[in-house]
Antibody
Framework: QVQLVESGGGVVQPGRSLRLSCAAS????????MHWVRQAPGKGLEWVAN????????YYSDSVKDRFTVSRDNSKNTVSLQMNSLRAEDTAVYFC??????????????WGQGTVVTVAS | QSVLTQPPSASGTPGQRVTISCSGS????????VNWYQQLPGTAPKVLIYSNNQRPSGVPDRFSGSKSGTSASLAISGLQSEDEADYYC???????????FGTGTQVTVL
């Protein structure tokens, strides 16, 4: 069965960096794009980044562009999110999700349980 | 802030029908398919409807989706207590070159 397990969350000071990872299993990782989605405490879902199956394209929300970098290692079935210059407003649960893109359908069909990032001094 | 607008809350008694709206623009809902996600308290989101009106296997047919122009809606018929959750619409946005979620609607079963 499809499994996505995030790791790397924690407490970090403003301005510092953190790297999140998502380990995938139960499917052919190299054939699916991946997303990162976050949810601040008590708030709604916010899309963060997307990377294509072969890693050739990455897309970011305006709120993280130039600070966050998404990457993947298809040999290790992992997708990562490098977060630099962290701000208090980056505090959230970060979910990785599998992208299913077929015809005109594009959506997140499987989600991990999330990892918590807290940015505080 | 989100570019897809939903009502913050909706409610109904068991067995009733509840409808949630999602308003967007030509660059997102008007150009791409709409998906709906359900998030039960303390859990990860789960896709409920994809491609405007398609249900993944395992999703009860009480849930249905539709789209017209730059708006979409999710209907829950025969409301059940286990439907108490937050619901989000989402779509790819061609102008932002990114995925956008709606503001979210909390459904309460009275």
């Amino acid at each position: 069965q499809v499994q996505l397990v995030e790791s790397g969350g924690g407490v970090v000071q403003p301005g510092r960096s953190l790297r999140l990872s998502c380990a995938a299993s139960g499917f052919t990782f190299s054939t699916h794009g991946m997303h990162w989605v976050r949810q601040a405490p008590g708030k709604g879902l916010e899309w963060v980044a997307n990377i294509w199956s072969d890693g050739s394209n990455q897309y970011y929300s305006d709120s993280v562009k130039d600070r966050f970098t998404v990457s993947r290692d298809n040999s290790k079935n992992t997708v990562s999110l490098q977060m630099n210059s962290l701000r208090a407003e980056d505090t959230a649960v970060y979910f990785c999700a599998r992208d299913l893109w077929s015809g005109n359908a594009k959506y997140c069909d499987y989600w991990g349980q999330g990892t918590v990032v807290t940015v505080a001094s | 802030q989100s570019v897809l607008t939903q009502p913050p809350s909706a409610s109904g008694t068991p067995g009733q029908r509840v409808t949630i709206s999602c308003s967007g623009s030509t660059s997102n809902i008007g150009s791409n398919t709409v998906n709906w996600y359900q998030q039960l308290p303390g859990t990860a989101p789960k896709v409920l409807i994809y491609s405007n009106n398609q249900r993944p296997s395992g999703v009860p047919d009480r849930f249905s989706g539709s789209k017209s122009g730059t708006s979409a809606s999710l209907a829950i018929s025969g409301l059940q207590s286990e439907d108490e959750a937050d619901y989000y619409c989402a779509a790819w946005d061609d102008s932002l070159t990114g995925y956008v979620f709606g503001t979210g609607t909390q459904v309460t079963v009275l």
